[in-house]
């Protein structure tokens, strides 16, 4: 049995049955506002605060809006970027303007995934990675699709090779039911998905473990929360979408 990485999001790894198996690459998928972001955040702070160093890849935001964002949950990093465990890589800025200057781990060509590998294999040395997440995967090949699966191997690669666990962000579209970019759920060791229906007036959240190697886990859709401390997933509140729609309370 492979040891497991807890993610520490509260009802979540009951789901997962103990947590993400060491070393997987878990897709987080979901359209827009689902939680991807916020999921990511919590998943890399659970690992800082109990002392398994995490790297952060910034390609949607700045970094310091980043910082920003996990601040407003309770989640102050910048102790641990002072101490080496924490980093933050930023494949956002290409290293223009004056706070991009202060960055460590700077990614002159955002658009170079060779370059961001370099860079983030850098930073997962420096601190010690364990855990990464990447904020998302899908801005790397949303001008060339067909580069989807194979960014995603390389990643796999590098990330899985150097033992770490990691959070790969994935978008898709709002009605879209698939997990975003061709290819990339079969290269993915584990997929998550993240839900937001539209039901009588009412937006409900629901997430799904769609596929973790290594282990076995729920097989129900599963209703969480988002609160300012995070996400709260409840593993005994199963929200079914058909037809009709109900969430139901288990055992
Ligand atoms: N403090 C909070 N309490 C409750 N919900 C919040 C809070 N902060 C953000 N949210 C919800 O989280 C959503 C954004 O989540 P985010 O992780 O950024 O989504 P994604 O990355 O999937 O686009 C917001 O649209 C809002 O609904
Ligand atoms: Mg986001």
Redesign the pocket.
């Known amino acids: 049995m492979p040891e497991r990485i807890r993610t520490g999001i509260p009802g979540l790894d009951e789901i997962l049955h103990g947590g993400i198996p060491e070393r997987n690459v878990v897709l987080l998928s ?12 919590q998943y890399i702070w659970n690992g800082i605060k109990n002392g398994e160093p995490a790297v952060f890849v910034a390609l ?1 935001e700045h970094p310091v809006q980043v910082r920003i ?1 996990m601040s ?2 309770g989640w102050d990093v910048r102790q641990y970027e002072r101490e080496g465990t924490f980093a933050v890589v930023d494949a956002f800025t290409g290293g223009i303007g004056e706070a991009a200057k202060k960055e460590r781990y700077v990614v002159r060509d955002p658009e170079d995934v060779g370059l961001l590998i370099d860079v983030l294999k850098e930073a997962i040395r420096d601190v010690g990675a364990k855990r990464v997440a990447i ?2 995967v899908s801005t790397l090949y949303l001008a060339k699709p067909a580069l989807a699966r194979r960014t995603v191997m390389m990643l796999k690669r590098v990330l899985s090779g150097l033992g770490t666990t990691s959070i790969l ?1 994935s ?1 898709v579209s709002v009605t879209e039911r698939g997990f975003g970019g061709p290819g990339v759920e079969h290269a993915a060791d584990g997929i998550i998905r ?1 839900d ?1 229906d539209e039901i009588e007036g009412e ?1 409900v959240r629901s997430l799904i473990v769609w596929k973790m190697r290594g282990t076995s886990h729920s097989m129900r859709r599963h209703y969480f ?6 996400i709260v997933v409840y593993p005994n509140k199963v929200v079914k979408i058909g037809r009709t729609f109900s969430i139901e309370e288990t055992k």
Request: net charge negative.
């Open positions: 979901g359209g827009p506002g689902t939680g991807k972001s916020i999921f990511s955040y949607e964002n407003q949950f904020d998302s962000v978008q993240l937001l937006l929360e988002i609160t300012d401390k995070g």
